[in-house]
Structures are given as structure tokens and as C-alpha cells.
Nanobody
């Protein structure tokens, strides 16, 4: 059974950066479009970035120009580089398929606060 493991979150000051990683066993990442999602307290989970198997990317308007999604199929890993973070980015971040989803991982907490 494929498991998703997110890591790299933490506490960062406004304007700071973090790099999130998500790993999965098997060929899940090399087969499907993968997305990074986030869920803030009291809000629904939202898609923030997605990447196709060919490397095409798209972003939510709220993160465009600040976040970069990338993938390393050889390492079964998808990354989310987050720059110029604001308190509004505070959330638990998850990865999963964009269209084909499996069980969600535990996520990684990102807190942006001074």
C-alpha cells in the first residue's frame, strides 16, 4: 500500500522560506499528476500547486510567484519551495494525487508567525 509522508514544515517568520518534501513508495509520483494541498484551521483543504508527470505546473493565485513545486521521480519525492511566507500560509500541508487520490498522509504543519 502506498503511503504518503510529508516533512519539512515548521515555524517561520513572515517573509521566510521553507521547503516541504513528500515521499511515496512505488511509482505513484511518476504515474500521476501530484498536488500539494493545505488546510488551515476552520477551512476546507485547498489545492495550492500541481505538477504533471512531464513537469508542467500550475498554482493557486494565492501562492503564484512565491511557491514552486518540483518533483524527483528517481527519489519518489515531490517538493514545495515556499518563499515570502505570510501568516495566511499557516496550515497543515499535504500532498496527494491531483485527480487520483490515495489515503492522505499526516501532513506537515507550517506556521508563519513573528
Amino acid at each position: 500500500q502506498v503511503q504518503l509522508v510529508e516533512s519539512g514544515g515548521g515555524l517561520v517568520q513572515p517573509g521566510g522560506s521553507l521547503r516541504l518534501s513528500c515521499t511515496a513508495s512505488g511509482s505513484f509520483f511518476s504515474t500521476y499528476v501530484i498536488g500539494w494541498y493545505r488546510q488551515a484551521p476552520g477551512k476546507q483543504r485547498e489545492l495550492v500547486a500541481a505538477i504533471t508527470t512531464g513537469g508542467n505546473v500550475n498554482y493557486a493565485d494565492s501562492v503564484k510567484g512565491r511557491f514552486t513545486i518540483s518533483r524527483d521521480n528517481a527519489k519518489n519525492t515531490v517538493y514545495l519551495q515556499m518563499n515570502s511566507l505570510t501568516p495566511e500560509d499557516t496550515a497543515v500541508y499535504y500532498c496527494n494525487g491531483r485527480f487520483y487520490k490515495i489515503s492522505w498522509g499526516q501532513g506537515t504543519q507550517v506556521t508563519v508567525s513573528s
